[in-house]
């Protein structure tokens, strides 16, 4: 690779500037890149698409496993639908892409490219639900959506996205809460065992629910800023959307009701939060269980040819021996220096890199580097398999622990305005525990004056117990303290 | 189920309306219904979208086989993306829907929403391609699209539909048409392998060819009503959209070329062509290899709690035993006679059935009867599972075997005007392979006359041999004869 090259293609290191590296980090990890002529929009890139193909294969099957099925519902909607729920057409109006023209002809009532699906799934689900021998009705979909939002930020906050949506119909609010926090955990389990991202699972507030629910559960990841992402979101639509859509059914007891709903989703804003949790100034690094490429083995050539016959054959073994154990190995003989194949790997974030030349034939090693740790170290060619497995669990362990610490060291508890309010003009990245008291009127105050925003209230058992004290602001009693923070 | 339910839910036997019958089969099936507030638009319910999965899931496996990767590219296109390419605008520009507004705000310059990506995609391989070892480019996309079609019909021609669209860049024209044949290779091998469709290779007349291509290939399959439906294309797109997005490369030797590119694709109208490849005026037949359940265990319960609880423990094990062989079973102990759920399953397509008693369960056999198949039998408990397996994979065969014999009965080949005419004028429901000129104007005159279109001049080694002779319409020379047929 020419030195030119290798300036055009350079990370920003963190320190300098944020922002930049996450840019960085994505154009060399060849994950995705910005639209350009389509406002707001990214290409998602065949090394970005694989790792949300893996995402979307195990979160498929653990839905599954709870008794959801698979649909496909229109992308467009009837303009008149999206105003049928009052709170839903207030959040989504202003970022709506609308289809005036189709098929030559000027449309009587535009269609909007659904920003979200409740209202054209409860038109449905009134079709299809009369009975409580009906329900509940556990559907999910798969899909791209669009939302024209005036910022943007790659895989964070894009004008078309792709997402699951989670819709459920139930005959008991009780039922649907269920449903709302199962899905909750099935998110929360994801993202801790696949992709290695801790998350706090708690309630959003008021001002930060989702457009036209009852409730909103959220799970919040801490970034490498010590910012927050929302990764995932589960509603209790409560009857709203049954209301609106006229979806009844028949009780055991013969009376007429409307349906309790919940809708849940996670969409490609869970690779920007991949990126973001776990890789360094060299670039991407990915959690094994989402790696689409494992483990890399790089030959070593030298003059003698014969030897590097050697070296290919026993590549091409160790390839074979890795994927045969569920490894997903490649062996990169193409024309070239190790160097060069190793700096591109590096930034691809391929956990585990072997080189291997025909001294290490002889000796029966192979040089060995884990992409999250800096040292090389030579290793038995003999146990190369075995270890492999090992190195890739310990590092989807070791990333999870290095994520948990970050955030518990970046978690302040705090009891004073002025410590508040302090903490947040010399620093963005912490997470404040503190207590609030309850009103839109003290959250607004806060964001106005140091941009934190409430994340989540805690639910229990995550080590943010509920206790009441008195608002960091208003000194009024709080019932419990909240997660304060700046969000993507 | 009630009479009047059983009413409402009649299949129209095929005898008596064909197009009647399918709409019947879907329904009943649970594959989808019309969309009615979103014109043309359908939706896909959990029972079809299941089949679709496994459709994409193995043609997915058998594209990644081939070296192609999956990304994914906008939704909307600049509307002026889509004049670029003088036969593209003329073939599509009628069925564009249009987005004006986005984000409360009328756009300068309006987007369609993708019928196809050839121009966007071509944007993009400008950008990515520079060299000839940028090349080949192997990129596939599983996405939504829309054609604003006026008339409509069930997966077979939806206003939006979901699909899979390759694109791909070659250095040459050579290794381009490879590809092309290469994937219509495998469209052919899984319509035949998994759908147990048979199919017919060929190439597309000018006249029926992609809006852009040098050529277009297709798989071409016989319906039960004689028809033909157009299941996959492969195109050979040339240079065209090359020099229209001044897609360049700079070769071996230093010179600067457009590239040659393919693109090819399958949709959710695979669906369509098996439900009219299979199925009967009983409901829907699912080959196994595509059936989301294969084998269905149905309880007979009598009095004796005892003797039921019997029935459940072994159904329920028998059901274990199926899904641990890769078998994918269902034990329906749910309340209800077992009459209603024959019925039921039988709609869905379940390829086997097996009804277990309690003298059933003292004598070791069960009720067995396959879903194509008029008669029931008894089968032993004991070899169940062997059977199971044994029995599936006849069921494929032999639906392929009906097929293909279907459509040898009713191709014929025909060397007079008067004999092609008087076919079409008396049945709808033919193949005819038959000497034609080469004209277009020929081709339009037949069309006019009697409906018929060319579905493609067949390839080689298909049991349709090229040999010359003289226009069926003009008696002019003719290279070869060409497959005739009403499509769908």
Same mark, same amino acid.
């Given at each position: 690779?020419?030195?030119?090259?290798?300036?055009?293609?350079?990370?920003?290191?963190?320190?300098?500037?944020?922002?930049?590296?996450?840019?960085?980090?994505?154009?060399?990890? $060849? !994950?995705? =890149?910005?639209?350009? @002529?389509?406002?707001?929009?990214?290409? +998602?890139?065949? /090394?970005?698409? %694989?790792? &949300?193909?893996?995402?979307?294969?195990?979160?498929?099957?653990?839905?599954?496993?709870?008794?959801?099925?698979?649909?496909?519902?229109?992308?467009?909607?009837?303009?008149?639908?999206?105003?049928?729920?009052?709170?839903?057409?207030?959040?989504?109006?202003?970022?709506?892409?609308?289809?005036?023209?189709?098929?030559?002809? $000027? !449309?009587? =009532?535009?269609?909007? @490219?659904?920003?979200?699906?409740?209202? +054209?799934?409860? /038109?449905?689900? %009134?079709? &299809?639900?009369?009975?409580?021998?009906?329900?509940?009705?556990?559907?999910?979909?798969?899909?791209?959506?669009?939302?024209?939002?005036?910022?943007?930020?790659?895989?964070?906050?894009?004008?078309?996205?792709?997402?699951?949506?989670?819709?459920?119909?139930?005959?008991?609010?009780?039922?649907?809460?269920?449903?709302?926090? $199962?899905?909750?955990?099935?998110?929360?389990?994801?993202?801790?065992?696949?992709?290695?991202?801790?998350?706090?699972?708690?309630?959003?507030?008021?001002?930060?629910?989702?457009?036209?629910?009852?409730?909103?559960?959220?799970?919040?990841?801490?970034?490498?800023?010590?910012?927050a992402l929302q990764s995932g979101t589960s509603h209790d639509l409560g009857q709203?959307?049954?209301?609106?859509?006229?979806?009844?059914?028949?009780?055991?007891?013969?009376?007429?009701?409307?349906?309790?709903?919940?809708?849940?989703?996670?969409?490609?804003?869970?690779?920007?939060?991949?990126?973001?949790?776990?890789?360094d100034d060299n670039g991407l690094v990915i959690p094994p269980k989402l790696a689409?490429?494992?483990?890399?083995?790089?030959?070593?050539?030298?003059?003698?040819?014969?030897?590097?016959?050697?070296?290919?054959?026993?590549?091409?073994?160790?390839?074979?021996?890795?994927?045969?154990?569920?490894?997903?190995?490649?062996?990169?003989?193409?024309?070239?220096?190790?160097?060069?194949?190793?700096?591109?790997?590096?930034?691809?974030?391929?956990?585990?890199?072997?080189?291997?030349?025909?001294?290490?034939?002889?000796?029966?090693?192979?040089?060995?580097?884990?992409?999250?740790?800096?040292?090389?170290?030579?290793?038995?060619?003999?146990?190369?398999?075995?270890?492999?497995?090992?190195?890739?669990?310990?590092?989807?362990?070791?990333?999870?622990?290095?994520?948990?610490?970050?955030?518990?060291?970046?978690?302040?508890?705090?009891?004073?305005?002025?410590?508040?309010?302090?903490?947040?003009?010399?620093?963005?990245?912490?997470?404040?525990?503190?207590?609030?008291?309850?009103?839109?009127?003290?959250?607004?105050?806060?964001?106005?004056?140091?941009?934190?925003?409430?994340?989540?209230?805690?639910?229990?058992?995550?080590?943010?117990?509920?206790?009441?004290?008195?608002?960091?602001?208003?000194?009024?009693?709080?019932?419990?303290?909240?997660?304060?923070?700046k969000a993507y």
């Open positions: 690779m020419a030195k030119q090259d290798k300036d055009l293609s350079r990370i920003t290191p963190r320190a300098e500037s944020y922002p930049d590296w996450y840019q960085d980090v994505i154009r060399e990890g $060849q !994950l995705a =890149e910005v639209a350009g @002529i389509v406002k707001g929009c990214m290409v +998602i890139k065949p /090394h970005g698409y %694989a790792i &949300w193909e893996k995402i979307q294969r195990e979160l498929d099957d653990r839905f599954k496993a709870t008794g959801v099925q698979n649909a496909y519902f229109p992308l467009l909607i009837p303009e008149s639908f999206i105003k049928r729920e009052a709170e839903h057409v207030e959040g989504f109006s202003p970022e709506l892409a609308v289809v005036t023209i189709a098929g030559g002809e $000027q !449309l009587e =009532e535009p269609y909007v @490219i659904r920003p979200t699906s409740e209202t +054209i799934i409860g /038109h449905f689900f %009134a079709q &299809w639900i009369q009975s409580h021998r009906d329900l509940p009705m556990l559907i999910n979909q798969w899909a791209n959506v669009m939302r024209w939002e005036k910022r943007t930020r790659m895989f964070l906050r894009t004008g078309e996205f792709l997402w699951q949506e989670g819709h459920t119909a139930h005959s008991t609010h009780e039922e649907a809460v269920e449903r709302v926090i $199962q899905m909750l955990n099935v998110y929360a389990d994801f993202a801790q065992d696949f992709m290695a991202m801790p998350v706090i699972r708690g309630r959003k507030s008021e001002t930060e629910k989702f457009a036209g629910a009852l409730a909103s559960y959220t799970i919040e990841a801490m970034m490498q800023d010590g910012k709203n959307f049954g209301k609106a859509f006229d979806v009844k059914f028949q009780s055991k007891e013969g009376q007429l009701d409307y349906v309790w709903q919940t809708s849940w989703g996670v969409s490609t804003r869970l690779v920007g939060g991949l990126v973001m949790s776990h890789s689409p490429i494992q483990a890399v083995i790089v030959p070593f050539f030298r003059k003698n040819e014969a030897e590097n016959e050697q070296v290919r054959e026993e590549g091409k073994k160790l390839q074979a021996t890795l994927q045969a154990e569920g490894v997903a190995a490649v062996f990169d003989d193409k024309e070239g220096q190790p160097g060069p194949k190793f700096y591109h790997y590096e930034r691809l974030g391929v956990p585990l890199r072997f080189g291997v030349g025909p001294r290490d034939i002889a000796n029966r090693t192979a040089e060995f580097k884990r992409r999250d740790q800096a040292e090389k170290r030579s290793v038995s060619l003999d146990g190369l398999v075995q270890l492999a497995k090992d190195e890739l669990a310990a590092m989807q362990r070791e990333l999870f622990s290095a994520a948990l610490a970050r955030r518990e060291a970046n978690t302040v508890r705090l009891d004073t305005w002025d410590d508040f309010k302090g903490l947040f003009d010399a620093d963005e990245g912490k997470f404040v525990f503190a207590h609030w008291d309850g009103t839109k009127e003290t959250e607004a105050k806060v964001k106005a004056e140091t941009g934190a925003t409430i994340r989540c209230i805690p639910m229990e058992g995550q080590g943010f117990e509920a206790e009441p004290g008195e608002c960091v602001v208003t000194g009024k009693p709080s019932a419990q303290r909240v997660i304060w923070a």
